[in-house]
């Protein structure tokens, strides 16, 4: 394309004399004078050119101030060119372009060993040819909610802070990034802070289906109808830990219930005494990973160890450094691709002047969870979220839903990874110094999921995942022991209907008596195992602290339907977990993963 095309979209006797003056600048330091990335000194050189030609009478003073004062505006690429990746409304990159421009410049680095300026050089005036995975559709309704400041306007942090917030939505079939917003409202310069892609962030709850559920279930270790004592782990903190929210424990808890209702203790448990932070940080990370890049085996900060290979980070997703949205976008949509993990990316292939194909950006596809079941197992489990947990009622007309609020130690991040059968789709709502969110928690990161989706489903109908009916037989079964339902069950308010695999249905009757007995706390030597306050912790003084409050997940604060009936669920094997495990050797129940704070105070 010519230099016209690619800086202004128009041909060239479509340009302005100012844009014209523009492009003569650049040819002296493509690098130094380029109006992407050196608008001011691409301006001054313009300008010099102007006053040249009018001192040696090709244009008249007139004509010159005119051009001066025209404010010249880029965009990336032509206006029929594949390779467009859209600009914003004021003249800057879009939020896509910026993402793909930084993955061009690390893939370069990486195959031909250039440095980010021979990288960024190459790229703005070496003639190089970007295909992206844009979908303009998708993206201008991402746009259309993240472009509009007045949509968050009314939330402010004490000290003033505007909202930020950032998404990535990716196509469950490709991997593929097909939009994404690094924030809200006008986009106000070129590559920019990038929530979508910079921002690392703990993910609080949202981990739980990564790093807790799913390998559990991918390892053969639990099912969704593995029932553990919903009681503390310990007694590290008064009261036990880790708590719930809303707070208190409710006894012996189907796995499936748990993930619905974030249950902290479960998942611990679960962590520590089924599977092991080792195995979650390999799901997480390893070879056939879920593409997590940013935990930590060991940091020094302040004198101080951390490490985010432990119980408390990757049960509760108090991470060292945290996550983006990105990667958590990409994680999800394994989901929706029968367990299979793609990494994302933003863009295919990249050519040079003369359309020879310099990098190939292909995904390695061979990742994500070994047995296919345990993908069913857990878009039964996720899409009960949606439909009665900590996201009840983000669902879709036509079009299947399911997800995962996350909510951080004193309210300062809160995210939502949500899927649909054709995309994934991850939020992070926050503020940019650790303000309290007050008023708002996972299901209000949800809420911008869903108003998103909405758009990009518009018009879409009978939208569901594969989720295998054929395979499932459905009876009804007690929520304590997750074998077939007695009368007792019934009686007591324990039974309910969910979906098994006609292999491990179970074939024998709860014996229940008493159901309505089950704990003595006092017994079991646990104290005040209900909190008035779902955010008692020490740490967190007032709403407008500029300090790192924490970051392990404290509580998503969304309703739920306590009456599902449509818990998936399987033979629990165990017959139920029967009791706390309180003898922890290895956990003190504290935020190892923290590197803000020495307290915990996890979340739902």
């Not at 001066?68 to 467009?84: H, I, L, M, P, R």
């Not at 789709?425 to 999921?449: F, K, P, Q, S, T």
């Amino acid at each position: 394309s010519t230099a016209a095309q690619k800086y202004f979209g128009k041909t060239v006797n479509e340009l302005s004399l100012a844009e014209c003056a523009s492009l003569i600048a650049i040819t002296n330091n493509p690098f130094q004078y380029d109006p992407y990335t050196q608008p001011e000194n691409n301006k001054e050189r313009r300008n010099l050119a102007l006053d040249l030609m009018c001192e040696q009478g090709y244009i008249s003073k007139e004509k010159r101030d005119e051009a001066k004062a025209e404010e010249v505006k880029c965009v990336f690429g032509s206006k029929d060119s594949e390779t467009t990746t859209g600009g914003s409304d004021n003249g800057y990159y879009s939020w896509y372009t910026d993402a793909v421009i930084e993955s061009v410049i690390s893939d370069l680095g990486k195959q031909y060993g250039y440095d980010e300026t021979t990288a960024t050089n190459l790229i703005y005036s070496g003639g190089l040819q970007i295909y992206s995975c844009l979908d303009p559709k998708v993206q201008a309704k991402v746009d259309a909610v993240y472009g509009d400041a007045n949509n968050t306007a009314q939330y402010k942090s004490a000290g003033g802070q505007a909202l930020r917030s950032g998404i990535t939505v990716v196509d469950n079939n490709t991997g593929a990034v097909v939009a994404l917003a690094g924030g809200i409202g006008e986009k106000t310069g070129n590559r920019i802070w990038n929530c979508a892609t910079d921002s690392l962030r703990p993910p609080g709850s949202s981990i739980k289906p990564l790093s807790v559920y799913g390998p559990a279930i991918d390892m053969g270790l639990i099912t969704p109808a593995t029932v553990i004592d919903d009681s503390p782990y310990n007694n590290s903190r008064a009261g036990g830990w880790p708590i719930n929210t809303p707070a208190g424990y409710r006894g012996l808890t189907m796995v499936s219930d748990a993930l619905k209702r974030s249950v902290n203790t479960v998942a611990v448990k679960i962590m520590a005494n089924y599977s092991s932070p080792e195995l979650a940080y390999q799901y997480l990370t390893g070879e056939n990973g879920f593409g997590i890049t940013t935990l930590v085996e060991s940091k020094e900060i302040n004198g101080q160890t951390y490490s985010d290979i432990d119980i408390a980070p990757l049960a509760l997703g108090g991470l060292t450094n945290g996550v983006t949205v990105r990667e958590m976008a990409a994680a999800y949509s394994a989901f929706p691709r029968n367990g299979m993990y793609i990494e994302s990316r933003t863009y295919t292939k990249v050519t040079d002047s003369e359309g020879n194909t310099i990098m190939e950006n292909t995904p390695n596809t061979d990742k994500g969870f070994t047995n296919v079941r345990t993908d069913y197992y857990m878009l039964d489990c996720l899409q009960n979220v949606t439909a009665h947990g900590t996201a009840y009622g983000i669902q879709l007309d036509g079009v299947e839903t399911g997800g995962k609020t996350g909510t951080t130690t004193s309210n300062t991040d809160i995210w939502f990874c949500g899927i649909t059968p054709k995309y994934s789709g991850a939020v992070w709502v926050g503020y940019e110094h650790n303000y309290r969110l007050d008023g708002l928690y996972g299901r209000n990161a949800a809420e911008i999921w869903l108003a998103v989706m909405q758009k990009v489903h518009a018009g879409d109908s009978g939208l569901v995942f594969d989720s295998h009916p054929q395979d499932f037989e459905e009876v009804t079964y007690c929520m304590d022991t997750g074998l077939l339902a007695s009368g007792a069950c019934r009686a007591a308010g324990r039974a309910a209907t969910g979906r098994f695999w006609k292999d491990k249905v179970p074939t024998e009757t709860c014996s229940h008596q008493n159901i309505e007995n089950k704990y003595d706390f006092e017994s079991m030597g646990v104290d005040n195992y209900y909190y008035d306050d779902e955010e008692d912790d020490s740490d967190s003084d007032s709403s407008s602290s500029d300090t790192d409050t924490g970051n392990e997940d404290s509580g998503d604060g969304g309703s739920y339907d306590s009456d599902d009936s449509g818990d998936s669920g399987d033979d629990s094997g165990d017959g139920g977990d029967s009791g706390d495990d309180s003898g922890d050797s290895g956990d003190s129940g504290g935020d190892s993963g923290d590197s803000g704070d020495s307290s915990e105070d996890p979340e739902a």
